[in-house]
């Protein structure tokens, strides 16, 4: 959620900053509220005031021995009133904060200008493609090939957009996640997390699924209202929701392995051959909080720490910042990391890592206590991919497969595959 002191006193600037992602602040509407807000503020506050002060007058006069009928009388007036004021003000809050959760970020500065992702911008690239010798198969026809991916029984069960993996398939993408973990636990310092699978809509409204994108959820039928997660950045964040965390905890620094649901409502006929993009998948997430003037050098730091995956992994990669018309809703700036893929020719994405600078923070009311002056301010909260655990598959796939259809095994996953160093 945006500053709503900054919405209110710089409107203009707000909506400069805005109009960069295309995205139009309807100002009149945002004063149209305040009209609302400000006399229900005023009023609710000299109800307030006038019965202290008669609830005072009514101790003074019982103190005297004198009547106090007319000013309970009054009182029991006033507090009728308050309550109406009261309503009437949380009504016009509440259509306020609905209205300011429908707002994108901030940009930060440093965001490339841009309509698309044509616009992006690359910063910097790791790896140089290998060069086959043979045409390249797509990541559907080797894993079919090894008997290790099945999307006609994944049809049969649950629809399209999903997989059913076998064997040496199946063991190399645990294989992936288990040492994307180790990684992050053992050498970045991170604090391994298990978390629910399922949430509630509050927890979605605090890292900006809700209300907005609803229709990217999965919703669960029953007498509770759960939401499938999209992404561990959802239960991952909110551990910090409605706390006031000390300041010499931070940085906090969170990874966790989980599957993740999504409907892919806006992907119709994008990318519906194999695993690019399911309904279900698997992904270690990176999160941290931390002081607002540490979020940049986190960012930095986080995407690094992404890119240490695919450079163990031996994967080319590049890493490019997304411009204002292509960056996620929630995020100030954003880093995607795009894997080489053989059969495609191109870079495909594989981890977005983005800071989010208090916009989450300010939705989940998570602060910490600032030593330089003792008050709770919004913290900063960031996530990356480290990495999508079905896209790193792919990725090794097609850049370690081999002539015969077999496929090389990375140097880094050996222990995690009881020593094999091939697939076939």
């Known amino acids: 959620m945006i500053d709503p002191k900054l919405l209110r006193t710089d409107p203009e600037a707000v909506a400069r900053n805005l109009a960069r992602r295309g995205f139009a602040l309807d100002v009149a509407a945002l004063q149209a509220l305040e009209d609302r807000r400000k006399p229900c503020q005023v009023e609710l506050d000299r109800l307030r005031a006038e019965r202290n002060a ?57 965001v490339p200008d841009g309509r698309d992702e044509s616009a992006n911008r690359e910063v910097r690239r790791w790896g140089e493609p290998r060069r ?20 006609e029984a994944a049809a049969r069960i649950s629809g399209s957009r999903f997989v059913v993996m076998r064997a040496g398939v199946a063991r190399l993408h645990r294989a992936l996640a288990q040492f994307m973990l180790d990684l992050h636990t053992r050498e970045h310092g991170y604090t391994e997390v298990y978390v629910p699978y ?6 979605l409204v605090g890292t900006g699924q809700l209300p907005r994108f609803e229709q990217d959820l999965f919703a669960v039928r029953g007498e509770q209202q759960f939401y499938l997660i999209p992404t561990a950045e959802v239960p991952v964040t909110n551990l910090v929701r409605g706390e006031i965390v000390p300041a010499e905890r931070l940085p906090l620094k969170w990874v966790a392995h989980t599957p993740c649901f999504r409907s892919e409502a806006g992907a119709a006929g994008k990318d519906t051959r194999g695993m690019i993009r399911n309904h ?9 909080i931390v002081r607002p003037a540490d979020s ?37 700036k954003t880093y995607d990391l795009e894997a080489w893929l053989p059969s ?14 208090s916009f989450q923070a300010r939705r989940m009311q998570a602060r910490w206590r600032n030593p330089d002056g003792g008050k709770p301010e919004a913290v900063h909260t960031l ?42």
């Open 198 to 203: 399922l949430v509630q809509a509050p927890a």
């Open 280 to 288: 279900q998948f698997d992904k270690v997430e990176l999160v941290q």
């Open 383 to 424: 996530n990356g991919s480290g990495l999508a655990v079905g896209r790193t598959l792919v990725a090794v796939l097609e850049n370690f497969q081999n002539e015969d259809g077999s496929v090389s095994v990375p140097a880094a996953l050996h222990p995690y595959m009881g020593g094999a160093e091939r697939l076939a």
């Open 296 to 332: 940049y050098a986190a960012l930095e730091q986080l995407t690094a720490h992404a890119e240490t995956v695919l450079q163990r992994l031996e994967i080319p990669y590049r890493t490019v910042a997304l411009c204002a018309g292509d960056i996620g809703f929630a995020s100030a």
């Open 132 to 151: 086959l010798a043979f045409p390249p198969r797509d990541h559907v026809a080797i894993g079919e090939h090894l008997g290790g991916m099945d999307f």
């Open 344 to 357: 495609q020719q191109r870079y495909r994405e594989i981890s977005s890592c983005s800071n989010f600078e």
């Open 54 to 110: 008669n609830a005072k007058a009514v101790g003074i006069a019982k103190g005297r021995g004198e009547d106090t009928a007319a000013l309970i009388t009054k009182g029991e007036s006033l507090n009728a009133g308050l309550e109406r004021a009261e309503r009437d003000l949380n009504e016009v809050q509440q259509a306020l904060e609905l209205w300011q959760l429908g707002l994108p970020n901030l940009l930060h500065d440093s």
